[in-house]
């Protein structure tokens, strides 16, 4: 499966990786490695030693590098090998591992798994919502069994809500709801308004609305390539302007792990201006979130992807609906920035 690769990809939240430990993790089909330097600033290399191709997370942080755990090599953060402990200590000339450019933003850690001199932090979607300055963020992670292009479709696709979260996030009005699909550039939007709606007593508790209050409920979803999504997602007393409702931004980013296999990470940001309260509310409302995303939508993501058996997606014909508008959308632009990426590189 080709992917595309000059881009930003989430490989983490920053506070996985800390202090002396060696953390893996695959990403496009590549095991990476994850550390801190000496003055904590987080490093990636390829997680295989050159030598006997064993894998550096089994090893341990020495003093500007990793230590390889079965013959005692060493790298630094920019994969060249710093010591030798045999024979006279000649490095040998190939002993070096892959580096990739990484940055510490926005309470992630993003890894660039291209062309090193194309890494540009302006390139990396707008997450300010998640700055740890100016919000609690309550994190997430799950780990899917299923393709990380299926997990798009889900986010940009709510129609299924209605169906799949009927007690929790749907309820019968998400199938009149008012939605439009917008592109610029390459982002797109998928916007999605009910009116009149009566929701599950769970988004009233969490939104903070009276039970049973006519509102009108906005879900407004981001995308950007490869898959990283920003929904706002709000409501208000029905008639009023959305300006006086609530509405709080959830990220929800997905990183290739394999062709059939996906790493997902979602948060609930409240704003500090709001107080300790909100640091309360960010976490008991990811952790009241990860409830659906793990029971509901985790299983049918995965079932999914085992009745595709491999199968590339158009090549089994989909029936589309209305709904699907914003996600095929999401998928063209994708398809044409890794052809694109291929040609430039075949040249």
């Known amino acids: ?114 062309d090193e001199d194309k890494a540009d932090v302006a390139l990396l979607p707008d997450f300010s919502c998640m700055d740890p300055e100016v919000f609690y963020v309550g994190k997430r992670y799950l780990h899917a069994r299923a393709n990380y292009v299926l997990e798009t479709d889900n986010i940009m696709d709510l129609s299924h809500i209605q169906y799949l979260h009927p007690s929790t996030l749907g309820s019968s009005s998400v199938s009149d709801a008012i939605t439009s699909v917008k592109q610029a550039g390459n982002t797109i939007y998928s916007n999605r308004q009910t009116v009149a709606e009566i929701m599950p007593d769970f988004l009233y508790t969490s939104m903070g609305f009276p039970q049973g209050l006519p509102v009108d409920r906005w879900i407004d979803v981001r995308w950007d390539a490869p898959a990283s999504m920003l929904l706002d997602a709000g409501a208000v007393a029905t008639g009023q302007p959305r300006n006086e409702g609530r509405s709080f931004p959830l990220p929800h980013i997905f990183t290739p792990e394999t062709q059939g296999s996906t790493h997902y990470w979602f948060a609930f940001c409240a704003p500090k201006a709001m107080g300790e309260f909100a640091r309360h509310v960010a976490e008991e409302q990811v952790q009241a979130l990860s409830v659906p995303f793990t029971n509901e939508d985790l299983p049918m993501l995965e079932a999914q992807q085992q009745m595709m058996n491999g199968a590339d997606f158009w090549s089994l014909k989909p029936v589309l609906l209305p709904g699907d508008a914003a996600a095929v959308r999401a998928r063209r632009v994708l398809d044409g920035l890794i052809a694109a990426e291929q040609k430039l590189t075949s040249l």
């Open 1 to 114: 499966m080709a992917y595309l690769r000059n881009c930003w990809y989430m490989t983490a939240w920053d506070n996985e990786v800390g202090g002396e430990a060696l953390f893996q993790r695959t990403l496009l089909d590549e095991s990476v490695l994850l550390f801190r330097d000496d003055d904590g600033v987080i490093q990636a290399i390829s997680n295989r030693c050159p030598h006997r191709f064993a894998p550096l997370h089994l090893g341990k942080r020495v003093a500007n590098g990793v230590q390889c755990a079965y013959h005692g090599l060493q790298f630094n953060g920019g994969g060249k090998c710093i010591h030798n402990p045999h024979g006279d200590g000649k490095v040998p000339a190939a002993a070096t591992v892959k580096s990739y450019p990484v940055i510490e933003k926005f309470s992630a850690i993003w890894i660039w798994m291209g």
